[in-house]
């Protein structure tokens, strides 16, 4: 007998909006929570995971062609236990089933690949994926089988094959789960490490339009930072960090209308951006720009910083000062659609402007020539992305960008994804603070310190950090990398402002860190399970730092402000620790945390640490006297001299 469809299910309980947006599907799906897991145990019926976000073009796709379907509703409520997850809210489970699909895909491809929306299939005894996938489309096209064909398949194998189920799922699982736990014994780190990860970086390097590989092309904060950090010792790295922010200041990455950076570019010269906009992007770049702007003063910087903050403020900011996560990149199932022009229009928006400023605006912006094709939607007409190559500005221009938008704010606007992550909002406030002290501009240091404030203050409950909120409603557990992005934001604003409650409250947060999320010097993304098999590590960079790299820079940054006090000597040894217990981590693969590379490079640029030719680094205070860290594989010693 046929089910009668749901009109809500238990999502329309939640605060995600990603969640939300699937709360009347006909699909009874649960958030991910330990009733669940208890559920399809008791059942024994295979958990489906489908992982997503808010502004995930494909994942709207797949909602619109599936989820809404009755039928695909029934056949998953019959067989399945169905849990769908912001991969926002819950970083961890999102790093477990991609790292399974591009396990299971290695082994049955012979090539790792991944993507979202991310749909695992999972015996929810062992927790274990045994069939591992990304969008599926409604019918077989392209080489993909249809999503109700893989969900007859995957109920079919659990009911009449469970053995070669089992097998599947330990043998993709027990890689997974050593590769998330994954450690290595304690090495020597030398004093090249940092520029030895910049000479591996530079062999991606697009030297003709700035940044790193090719199509698609993403800002990689983390790669910029270190190579920013590494030409204090190599000054000819620097013109790496240079042509990367032009490619992306004068190109399509950045809203030459409205400010603030996208995603990233679907073509390597930094044209045609993906158009989602997302506050971590944003907050490192604002960093970046402001460390350039510093370095090498230019109206480029400088323009871009100010127009940054500019969006921050009407887009993104809520009332008590914290920032929402994300704008989509559709309206109306359209990419982009918010921020392209044709021809014609752009002409008709600036008709107020005299003729010479008109036509110079037109040509400063690329106004007279499409750049875009839509691919999904082959009856939209040509259109531009505006662009700004060679970078000018004038009068005439910023006119332009204000008629623009004048007309843009008139159009239907992108959907929001209203909640507040203390990670990235953690990364803002590092920016925010940086270009108050590039600018000298003492509004930023305000804006700075009332999202500080706000964060401190809306992220704590019984003593409890917790990664998102919405409103007064709490989310799930911080991670590691949500309290150190926080202390770096905290430790940034101490050195803009010298009041010493932000440097206290970068010292409390380092501390508690230790208390939850380490054990012997070594980190955890988590401060439990959180419902997996395994304990997850945060160990590689990716669009933010990992939860390694950004404690470690804020151990350094607190051992660096407090090493003539008594205070300091808690930081150091602290410091120590992670150093011996997370080196032989970082010489694995230094590329990948590149973030964390960067911080030793700092620290070694402003005397805390000296690379030695042995298995140690010595640390030095501002009184001469050495400390060394004496390091073997199973003890790590702290000397005076």
């Given amino acids: 007998m046929t089910q009668d469809p749901i009109t809500t299910n238990r999502l329309a309980a939640?605060?995600?909006?990603?969640?939300?947006?699937?709360?009347?599907?006909?699909?009874?799906?649960?958030?991910?929570?330990?009733?669940?897991?208890?559920?399809?145990?008791?059942?024994?019926?295979?958990?489906?995971?489908?992982?997503?976000?808010?502004?995930?073009?494909?994942?709207?796709?797949?909602?619109?062609?599936?989820?809404?379907?009755?039928?695909?509703?029934?056949?998953?409520?019959?067989?399945?236990?169905?849990?769908?997850?912001?991969?926002?809210?819950?970083?961890?489970?999102?790093?477990?089933?991609?790292?399974?699909?591009?396990?299971?895909?290695?082994?049955?491809?012979?090539?790792?690949?991944?993507?979202?929306?991310?749909?695992?299939?999972?015996?929810?005894?062992?927790?274990?994926?045994?069939?591992?996938?990304?969008?599926?489309?409604?019918?077989?096209?392209?080489?993909?089988?249809?999503?109700?064909?893989?969900?007859?398949?995957?109920?079919?194998?659990?009911?009449?094959?469970?053995?070669?189920?089992?097998?599947?799922?330990?043998?993709?699982?027990?890689?997974?789960?050593?590769?998330?736990?994954?450690?290595?014994?304690?090495?020597?780190?030398?004093?090249?490490?940092?520029?030895?990860?910049?000479?591996?970086?530079?062999?991606?390097?697009?030297?003709?339009?700035?940044?790193?590989?090719?199509?698609?092309?993403?800002?990689?904060?983390?790669?910029?930072?270190?190579?920013?950090?590494?030409?204090?010792?190599?000054?000819?790295?620097?013109?790496?960090?240079?042509?990367?922010?032009?490619?992306?200041?004068?190109?399509?990455?950045?809203?030459?209308?409205?400010?603030?950076?996208?995603?990233?570019?679907?073509?390597?010269?930094?044209?045609?951006?993906?158009?989602?906009?997302?506050?971590?992007?944003?907050?490192?770049?604002?960093?970046?720009?402001?460390?350039?702007?510093?370095?090498?003063?230019?109206?480029?910087?400088?323009?871009?910083?100010?127009?940054?903050?500019?969006?921050?403020?009407?887009?993104?900011?809520?009332?008590?000062?914290?920032?929402?996560?994300?704008?989509?990149?559709?309206?109306?199932?359209?990419?982009?659609?918010?921020?392209?022009?044709?021809?014609?229009?752009?002409?008709?928006?600036?008709?107020?402007?005299?003729?010479?400023?008109?036509?110079?605006?037109?040509?400063?912006?690329?106004?007279?020539?499409?750049?875009?094709?839509?691919?999904?939607?082959?009856d939209a007409p040509p259109s531009v992305v505006p662009t700004r190559r060679p970078w000018r500005t004038s009068a005439g221009i910023e006119r332009a960008c204000q008629a623009l938008l004048a007309v843009r704010q008139t159009r239907r606007a992108p959907r929001r994804d209203t909640k507040i992550i203390l990670e990235w909002n953690g990364l803002l406030v590092e920016g925010l603070a940086t270009a108050a002290m590039a600018l000298r501009d003492d509004r930023l240091v305000l804006r700075a310190a009332q999202l500080a404030e706000a964060l401190w203050q809306g992220h704590q409950r019984s003593g409890s950090w917790h990664r998102t909120r919405c409103g007064s409603v709490m989310g799930p557990p911080a991670t590691l990398a949500d309290v150190a992005c926080l202390g770096l934001g905290l430790e940034t604003l101490w050195r803009a402002t010298g009041d010493e409650l932000w440097l206290t409250r970068a010292q409390t947060i380092e501390r508690a860190a230790r208390a939850a999320w380490s054990s012997d010097g070594r980190w955890w993304a988590d401060s439990g399970s959180g419902g997996l098999p395994v304990r997850v590590r945060s160990h590689h960079d990716g669009t933010v730092p990992s939860g390694l790299s950004s404690i470690l820079d804020l151990q350094v940054r607190v051992a660096l402000a407090t090493r003539d006090r008594a205070e300091g000597r808690d930081a150091l040894d602290a410091l120590a620790r992670t150093v011996h217990a997370e080196s032989g981590t970082i010489m694995t693969n230094p590329v990948s945390l590149s973030w964390a590379v960067a911080a030793l490079a700092r620290a070694m640029r402003k005397g805390l640490l000296e690379g030695t030719n042995d298995n140690g680094l010595r640390i030095r205070t501002t009184d001469r006297a050495m400390r060394r860290i004496v390091c073997t594989e199973t003890a790590c010693t702290v000397e005076w001299a």
Avoid at 217 to 222: A, I, L, N, T
């Fill in 14 to 378: 939640c605060t995600s909006p990603y969640l939300l947006q699937h709360a009347a599907n006909p699909v009874d799906w649960w958030p991910w929570c330990d009733e669940a897991l208890a559920l399809a145990r008791r059942l024994d019926r295979p958990l489906f995971v489908s992982i997503g976000y808010s502004t995930c073009y494909w994942c709207h796709v797949m909602e619109r062609e599936s989820f809404e379907d009755p039928a695909i509703g029934q056949a998953l409520r019959e067989g399945f236990v169905a849990i769908k997850v912001d991969r926002e809210e819950h970083p961890s489970v999102d790093e477990w089933l991609m790292t399974a699909c591009q396990v299971m895909t290695e082994l049955t491809d012979g090539k790792a690949s991944g993507g979202w929306p991310l749909n695992g299939f999972i015996d929810p005894h062992s927790m274990r994926a045994f069939h591992v996938g990304t969008y599926y489309p409604p019918r077989l096209a392209h080489g993909r089988p249809s999503f109700r064909s893989v969900i007859d398949a995957m109920r079919t194998a659990w009911t009449t094959r469970r053995t070669d189920v089992n097998d599947q799922a330990n043998r993709i699982g027990a890689i997974v789960e050593d590769v998330l736990t994954r450690t290595a014994p304690s090495c020597g780190i030398p004093a090249s490490l940092p520029a030895q990860v910049a000479q591996a970086l530079l062999r991606f390097e697009d030297t003709a339009h700035g940044g790193f590989g090719g199509a698609p092309k993403f800002p990689q904060p983390c790669y910029l930072r270190l190579m920013r950090e590494a030409a204090h010792a190599l000054p000819t790295l620097q013109p790496t960090v240079g042509r990367a922010l032009n490619g992306m200041v004068c190109g399509g990455l950045f809203d030459q209308v409205g400010g603030g950076f996208h995603r990233y570019c679907v073509d390597a010269s930094w044209t045609v951006p993906h158009f989602e906009k997302m506050l971590y992007d944003n907050g490192q770049l604002l960093e970046l720009l402001a460390a350039e702007h510093t370095r090498d003063p230019d109206d480029r910087w400088a323009e871009s910083l100010r127009r940054t903050v500019i969006w921050i403020d009407r887009e993104m900011s809520t009332e008590d000062g914290s920032c929402i996560a994300a704008l989509d990149a559709e309206v109306d199932g359209r990419e982009g659609l918010n921020y392209l022009w044709t021809p014609l229009e752009a002409a008709d928006a600036l008709s107020s402007l005299d003729e010479d400023m008109r036509h110079d605006a037109i040509l400063a912006l690329g106004l007279d020539r499409p750049n875009f094709i839509d691919p999904h939607h082959a």
